[in-house]
């Protein structure tokens, strides 16, 4: 049967079509992406999805854009280029658009959804002029929509690829959140007219994924199990969201957090007076606590004189008991900081 014809046969280098056909179900319904199976490449894992777009793009590219603060993996790919990086500053709002550059032929990174490692969301009013932007200089973006499966609060999110029909903007996304990063699935949607060359260019980067896992999670899709499996999930992290952000507020009267909305981080700002982010980071991780500086860990900073005053909290894996004696134990460290003289808590 066609099963066996998998095993003994080399997959199409773009994925499995019964797979790319579940994710292009899923995207119209939860991202409103309205693209078809043929607009798809599976990948392994969200930074091959990466890769393949910007190694894709490179040869329309005359520079390169990207958030800053941004996810390091994505600058590791800019900076080892060759090509001119503009880095532009993040708001309350994610990018700024205003600071785009002018010049013709860029090639964007970004996460609107929730930006990373900021915690931000775009607007629709300012993802609108991104795409405007795009038009007017002849440039593309890259949607990374690594954890927009989570969100808590508002109404959905549309997509910036699902305002743009398909003309310039190629999303990215990952199973690694929702299913479990061991999984190594990811998925690239390019436009119509880029379909034939990012499938050839996938077949001579790796040929293809192995069909199992594939196939496997085209069924789990298409029989109903990731939809459940995403709004159990939905619940368990937004009661933990919600534990983590009270236990800041009533420890640390008043504290600033940001980006809380949606995904599997959160970031808090510091008042004045409180030891730089880098050296709380270790003085935690001493005690077995892991929060990191914003520009640490899986975040990258392009001004090295950036204020330090902003810790990144991951929930996912911890449980209300055990955020709440983190939280505890990371006031006592900041506490003996004090005492030394070291900020004011």
Known sequence: GKETAYLTDYCDPAGLPALRTAISTHLRR?????????????????????????TLLKGHTRQLCIENPCYLGASLIFRNAGLAIHPVPVDGEGLRTDLLPTAKGSLLYVTPSHQFPTGSTMPLTRRLALLRWAEETDSYIVEDDYDSDFRYDGPPLTALAGLDGGRRVFYAGTFSKSVGAGLRIGFATVPHMFWDEARMLKARMSNGQAWLEQAALAAFIDEGHFDRHLRRLRQVYKARRDCLVGALRKTFDGAVVLGGESGLHLVWRFPSGFPPARQIQLLAREQGIGVYALSSGAAYDFDPGARDDMLVFGYSSLNETQIETAVGELQRILLGQADRGEGTV
């Open 30 to 54: 939860a991202r409103a992406v309205a693209v078809t199976e043929d607009q798809v490449i599976v990948t392994t894992g969200g930074q091959e999805a990466l890769n393949l777009v910007f």
